[in-house]
T-cell receptor
Framework: AQSVAQPEDQVNVAEGNPLTVKCTYSVSGNPYLFWYVQYPNRGLQFLLKYITGDNLVKGSYGFEAEFNKSQTSFHLKKPSALVSDSALYFCAVVNFNKFYFGSGTKLNVKP | ETGVTQTPRHLVMGMTNKKSLKCEQHLGHNAMYWYKQSAKKPLELMFVYSLEERVENNSVPSRFSPECPNSSHLFLHLHTLQPEDSALYLC????????????????FGPGTRLTVL
């Protein structure tokens, strides 16, 4: 069974508008959840993670994510998108001590 | 990205060649990973080393052979590869728990872009 899903292959947003990149998960117990970003020809960079505590997690570059247990979601958000935010975003979940990455969502921010 | 380095950044090889990918982490971690990233596919975990022991081998063909001589270095030896092995190969490291579990943040290198002709 797939542990993490990113339902959108691509998200398009205008610069200055809020952005959301969706992630849902399917694990038993209390999940550890992560977001990573990948710029062209680069490795994945850690953005933020949820382990426990406050459902709203703040990360690098003004990004934040909200853990919603009832909806089993961990959507990535930013109030005002920048063109430089254009990249590939990966959600990941830890299940039984193993990392599972989503298939990635390409974010396009247009000027 | 200076925490985890990978060499070479690009590699082109024929199907009969033998080459090696190198990864080095400067973060004091005790677990290292090899991933394969192909276009439009999820990241594929290939190998996991924790405390210098291989703890996971996800049905990877024997033409890929990992080596972890110490907690800071990880190699991926390649021989008789196929064109479908062309991909971005990513190395990552993390701090594993005493039980060997990998729940902590993984830090990635920039990757090696491999092309098999």
């Amino acid at each position: 069974a797939q542990s993490v899903a990113q339902p959108e292959d691509q998200v398009n947003v205008a610069e200055g508008n809020p952005l959301t990149v969706k992630c849902t998960y399917s694990v038993s117990g209390n999940p550890y959840l992560f977001w990573y970003v990948q710029y062209p020809n680069r490795g994945l960079q850690f953005l933020l993670k949820y382990i426990t505590g406050d459902n709203l997690v703040k990360g690098s570059y003004g990004f934040e994510a909200e853990f919603n247990k009832s909806q089993t979601s961990f959507h990535l958000k930013k109030p005002s998108a920048l063109v430089s935010d254009s990249a590939l975003y990966f959600c990941a979940v830890v299940n039984f001590n193993k990392f599972y990455f989503g298939s990635g969502t390409k974010l396009n921010v247009k000027p | 990205e200076t925490g985890v380095t990978q060499t070479p950044r690009h590699l082109v090889m024929g199907m009969t060649n033998k080459k090696s990918l190198k990864c080095e982490q400067h973060l004091g971690h005790n677990a290292m990973y090899w991933y394969k990233q192909s276009a439009k596919k999820p990241l594929e975990l290939m190998f996991v080393y924790s405390l210098e022991e291989r703890v996971e081998n996800n049905s990877v063909p024997s033409r890929f052979s990992p080596e972890c001589p110490n907690s800071s270095h990880l190699f991926l030896h390649l021989h008789t590869l196929q064109p479908e092995d062309s991909a971005l190969y990513l190395c990552a490291s993390s701090q594993a728990s005493s039980s060997g579990g990998s729940t902590d943040t993984q830090y990635f290198g920039p990757g090696t872009r491999l092309t098999v002709l």
